[in-house]
């Protein structure tokens, strides 16, 4: 049987691998199909969506010179739904709102002021802020040396 680029065929599963599954096209000739080529959602293990045995319709995507055949499940039915439905992600992180930082002089400046003022200013309390960091750190310091 000869196999060309672009034919869409039915093969079996005969093995499975972390990276796609092995298809068995025509008695000693098989192919490949990448984890990626299997389904048009996220795969993320083959055993998800294929079983040793299982019959499947390809398309030959590349037959290289030293015999390797590359297929893809996804392409030989393009029109197909999704063969399984994403899964809702639980492992996520509610966001937090980002809070405004309060001016050192305890008043919020009005909302129609500038950017440029906004900025002037929280840039005047955060030197003052790092200044007394600074002041703070190397009155521990010298304590520290010392004692």
């Known amino acids: 049987m000869e196999l060309k680029k672009g034919e869409v065929v039915k093969g079996k599963v005969t093995g499975i691998a972390k990276f ?31 079983t040793v045995g299982q019959e499947v319709t390809v398309k030959i995507l590349n037959v290289e010179e030293n015999g390797r055949i590359n297929l893809s499940i996804k392409q030989a039915s ?17 966001v937090q709102p980002v809070q405004q930082p309060a001016f050192q002089s305890g008043e919020e400046p009005p909302r129609d002021a500038a ?15 790092m200044s007394d960091i600074r002041r703070q750190s190397e009155r521990r310091g010298s304590r520290r040396r010392r004692g």
């Open 78 to 94: 393009p029109a197909a739904p999704p063969e399984r439905p994403r899964e809702p992600r639980h492992d996520y992180r509610p």
């Open 115 to 129: 950017f440029e003022d906004k900025l002037k200013r929280f840039m005047k309390d955060s030197d003052s802020k």
């Open 20 to 50: 796609g599954a092995f298809v068995e096209l025509a008695p000693g000739k098989s192919g490949l199909v990448y984890i990626s080529e299997i389904a048009n959602t996220f795969v993320k293990d083959v055993a998800d969506f294929l």
